[in-house]
């Protein structure tokens, strides 16, 4: 009888926990901007990925983030960050790389509860592009059981006899690859999917057309630069090319102007530099967003503004999330 007492102490712990961190997320207070980070939304559960977000995840977190912030466009937030009108509690949602489920599963779930996301697009991976970590993912995913062997390749032998040692090998081999210098990068990659020997998807990404349909229902179009690289790593000159080409392209897709850009990677002094936040001033952006964590508080720089990851595997750990970030200072380039 003493274990089923103290359990129901425990489990009854849960909700007194989430009704306070609730109160601390209630709208009002202070001002400031919470912008959140998302790059997928699964239209069900990933075995190899299990704490990916579903499209039932994902509506109950816009339900839960729509009745404890205001969530706006991010590019009225930019704006009224500048002008100083930002209402309290403040928050927008944005998507990072431009995956096809963003228009075709996220989309509709943000129109249900009537919320407004900006969508940053990587351009070289449209119409059947991948980018080079989920060429490594999916090949691993559609590799036959038994062992990957890239010892030629000096990248080691992975079994593949289970899920488990799929989630293994995933993160083995994008952890030897990523530092790589891209071009070096990308022929790694290919070398790799012809040792494998499989096919793999061409419709991760969106197409121009998916694109549009996101400006057309009112979401923000953000920029990503072309082949989305580490900005620091490549010559300034190749690196405002990056940051160019890709606004202009989707200047071209939609046929309006795109005032917002995200540093790839984003983190402050590591991926992106103070010479690239000019190099965005100096193109006409308004605003860029990081992935330094924090809520935006006083007049932050516009171009240099921090985001977040808010979700998790429980409903309980999100609000954690949420409510961690609205005390975070951020770090700038």
Do not use: C
Request: hydrophobic share 45%; aromatic share 6%.
């Amino acid at each position: 009888m003493t274990m089923p007492d103290q359990g129901r102490r425990r489990d009854g712990g849960a909700p007194l926990l989430e009704k306070s961190v609730l109160s601390l997320l209630s709208p009002g207070g202070r001002r400031g901007l919470s912008i959140l980070i998302y790059h997928r939304v699964l239209p069900q559960k990933d075995p190899l990925f299990p704490g990916e977000v579903d499209r039932t995840e994902f509506s109950a977190q816009m339900a839960l983030v729509k009745s404890r912030f205001h969530v706006l466009p991010l590019l009225e937030a930019v704006r009224r960050t500048k002008d100083g009108t930002l209402p309290p509690r403040a928050a927008a949602i944005t998507f990072d790389d431009g995956y096809a489920d963003n228009a075709e599963v996220a989309l509709p779930v943000l129109q249900q509860h009537g919320v407004n996301a900006t969508f940053f697009v990587a351009t070289g991976f449209l119409n059947g592009g991948r980018m080079w970590n989920d060429s490594v993912i999916e090949l691993v995913r559609h590799a036959p059981a038994g062992v990957l062997d890239a010892t030629a390749l000096g990248l080691g032998a992975h079994p593949l006899q289970s899920i488990g040692d799929r989630q293994r090998a995933i993160p083995a081999l994008i952890g030897q690859l990523k530092y790589l210098p891209m071009a070096e990068r990308l022929a790694m990659v290919e070398r790799l999917v012809a040792l494998v020997g499989v096919a793999l998807p061409a419709d991760l990404m969106m197409t121009d057309g998916q694109v549009r349909k996101l400006h057309a229902a009112g979401m923000g179009i953000g920029a990503h630069t072309v082949n989305h690289p580490i900005l620091a790593r490549l010559p300034d000159a190749q690196a405002r090319d990056e940051i160019a080409r890709g606004k202009l392209a989707l200047e071209d897709i939609i046929g309006a102007t795109v005032p917002l850009f995200a540093y790839p990677n984003g983190k402050p002094g590591e991926d992106y530099a103070a010479r690239h936040v000019a190099m965005a001033r100096e193109l006409r952006f308004e605003g860029a967003v990081s992935t330094a964590w924090g809520s935006s508080r006083g007049k932050p720089d516009p171009f240099q503004l921090p985001r977040f990851t808010p979700w998790d595997r429980s409903r309980l750990r999100f609000l954690l999330r949420l409510a961690r970030n609205l005390t975070t200072g951020a770090q700038l380039a």
